[in-house]
Nanobody, 125 residues
Framework: QVQLTESGGGSVQAGGSLRLSCKAS????????VGWFRQVPEKEREFVAA????????YSADSVKDRFTISRDNVVNTVYLQMNSLKPEDTAVYYC??????????????????WGQGTQVTVSS
């Protein structure tokens, strides 16, 4: 079992920055990957970024590629999402999720077995 706890959400004005954290606990294997997804009401959850636990390979959605950076600190079992140049359309609940292995670069939700409770990010114009 893997438990994921997000933190770092909040409210910020457009152009500002936030850093989300995802603390993982439990039995984390080296093959695992961790991703961030986001969801707004009445829309499907959207992939944002992901990173492999072992060698730090990263994947990002085109909509955030030049603004968001995912990283991890294996010592404290934490994955970070640094979000810069935030836009109102980035407003969403952000979820951290873990997959036993990344099967596809498209990062379908079905590959992710463990999920955090989510943290709200609100960007005002």
């Amino acid at each position: 079992q893997v438990q994921l706890t997000e933190s770092g959400g909040g409210s910020v004005q457009a152009g500002g920055s936030l850093r989300l954290s995802c603390k993982a606990s439990g039995r984390i294997l080296s093959t695992y990957g961790v991703g961030w997804f986001r969801q707004v009401p009445e829309k499907e959850r959207e992939f944002v970024a992901a990173i492999t636990w072992s060698n730090g390979d990263t994947y990002s959605a085109d909509s955030v590629k030049d603004r968001f950076t995912i990283s991890r600190d294996n010592v404290v079992n934490t994955v970070y999402l640094q979000m810069n140049s935030l836009k109102p359309e980035d407003t969403a609940v952000y979820y951290c999720a873990a997959a036993r292995v990344f099967r596809s670069a498209t990062m379908p939700e079905s590959d992710f077995e463990y999920w955090g409770q989510g943290t709200q990010v609100t960007v005002s114009s």
